[in-house]
């Protein structure tokens, strides 16, 4: 009897593992893979991407990093938090920038029922469009999508967006040397570069901002030039 309940307790646990796997997992690690391939640009062209924001503390300070050095790039935003920043939200689009989705409150697709993904989308872009945002991009957090993503996507007209270059901006004991380094390392013609302007840990933003007030001219003086993400091609 006793072999008989273990054998159950491990075919119910196969099957839960293989259905989660099926659900979330496989969908995110497949759109990762297949995002991830060549930069889709032969000149010199970077896309600076920035998730988690806007944040009252750290946007305000990246768009004047952003000004300076007169570059339009593409931010997702986290629509609730967008709804409490709008000064935000309109000098993003004053400056030129894209703007976005990030889901509604920064939680994972494999965590996130049907009804959830559904329920995510549909109150993201009712936020969206109360704050006179057109978004036509989406970037899950974490890269994570499941199987009902898909049919989100299509139904809000939106197109996903992930990445080919990431900092690890918001881990705690990162700096500004570090950040740099990975930046100027994997970078290269056509990369979609993903950083973060809210969340992480001990004030993360500030150092990936510091670290890219350097980066950048670095980056012109090697003749790169910058575009927003509607500007890349095949996207």
Known sequence: ?????????????????????????LPSVAGKLRFRGKPT???????????DGPS??????????????????????????????PDLIERMKREGHLIGLHSLNHVSAMLQTPAGTKRDFDESMAIMERI?????????????????????????????????????????????????YKLLKRARAGSVICLHDGRGKDRA??????????????????GYRFQRIDERSGQ
């Open 1 to 25: 009897m006793q072999l008989n309940g273990n054998w159950k307790k491990g075919a119910f646990l196969t099957a839960a593992v293989t259905a989660a796997a099926a659900y979330s997992y």
């Open 41 to 51: 640009r032969e000149d010199k062209v970077l896309y600076l991407t920035f998730d």
């Open 56 to 85: 009252s503390e750290y946007t305000g300070e990246l768009l004047d990093l952003l000004k300076k050095y007169e570059i339009r790039a593409s931010f997702f935003v986290v629509a609730e938090s967008a709804e409490e920043n």
């Open 132 to 180: 006179g945002v057109t978004a036509e991009y989406y970037r899950p957090p974490w890269g994570h999508v499941n199987l009902c993503t898909p049919g989100c996507l299509k139904k809000h007209g939106l197109r996903k967006v992930l990445w080919h270059v990431m900092a690890q901006d918001w881990e705690k004991n990162t700096t500004e040397e570090l950040i740099q």
């Open 205 to 222: 933003p500030k150092r990936m901002i510091d670290a890219l007030d350097k980066t950048i001219p670095i980056w012109l003086e090697e």
